[in-house]
């Protein structure tokens, strides 16, 4: 699966905070296997596997199988779409503060 094929909206996949937090976990290593990922969280393997697997399907996860175990590695790329949506909403932000302190400052005057 590559970003151009991904079966689910990254905005999904983020909603929630333990993928969040797997992603986090991800950032930090260059791959990890399951059983790493599964030891920071307070729920099993299988939970945890089903976050990884939302987050497989949007595309923000990658894995290889290694022996016997499965290895995960993050592909940041799909939270380019989150990183855009976000830029939008501080821009604007920035422009009404700047707004508003112009008006704060004309008042003073």
Do not use: C
């Not at 940041?76 to 821009?91: H, N, T």
């Amino acid at each position: 699966m590559n970003e151009n094929n991904q079966m689910r909206d990254v905005f999904d996949a983020i909603a929630d905070p333990t993928r969040r937090r797997l992603i986090h976990l991800l950032a930090e290593a260059e791959e990890k296997p399951l059983h790493e990922l599964t030891a920071q969280f307070h729920m099993g393997r299988t939970a945890v596997s089903k976050h990884l697997t939302i987050l497989k399907e949007a595309g923000l996860v990658h894995d290889r199988k290694v022996g016997r175990e499965t290895r995960f590695r993050l592909n940041a790329s799909p939270l380019r779409e989150v990183q855009d949506w976000v830029a939008f909403y501080s821009k604007f932000w920035s422009t009404n503060m700047l707004r508003l302190n112009q008006l704060l400052e004309e008042e003073e005057e």
